[in-house]
Nanobody, 127 residues
Framework: QVQLVESGGGLVQPGGSLRLSCAGS????????IAWFRQAPGKEREGVSC????????YYADSAKGRFTISRDNAKNTVYLQMNDLKPEDTAVYYC????????????????????WGQGTLVTVSS
């Protein structure tokens, strides 16, 4: 069975860095598109970044560009989200999601596109 487990969240000061991990089991990660979403208190869940399996191309939300980097380590069956220069507005529960179908610059950030979801990891950015 497909399972996704996020880790790496925690408390960090503004300007600090965290690396989130999304570890897959029960499936070959390289066969799936993997995306990171986040949901802050009182807000809708939004797409943060995505990495395609077919060509390795990546997508980023405007809020993440230049600060966040998504990467894939197929040997470890894990996708990472490196987050630098964190801001208080980055505070949220971060979720990884997986789907077997190719995503586009338009569709990648739609929640309904993804079949499998992890339970989330909390990132708190505060001084």
């Amino acid at each position: 069975q497909v399972q996704l487990v996020e880790s790496g969240g925690g408390l960090v000061q503004p300007g600090g860095s965290l690396r989130l991990s999304c570890a897959g089991s029960g499936f070959t990660l390289d066969d799936y598109v993997i995306a990171w979403f986040r949901q802050a208190p009182g807000k809708e869940r939004e797409g943060v970044s995505c990495i395609r399996n077919k060509d390795g191309s990546t997508y980023y939300a405007d809020s993440a560009k230049g600060r966040f980097t998504i990467s894939r380590d197929n040997a470890k069956n894990t996708v990472y989200l490196q987050m630098n220069d964190l801001k208080p507005e980055d505070t949220a529960v971060y979720y990884c999601a997986a789907d077997s179908l190719t995503k586009s610059p338009v569709s990648w950030s739609r929640l309904s596109e993804y079949e499998y979801w992890g339970q989330g990891t909390l990132v708190t950015v505060s001084s």
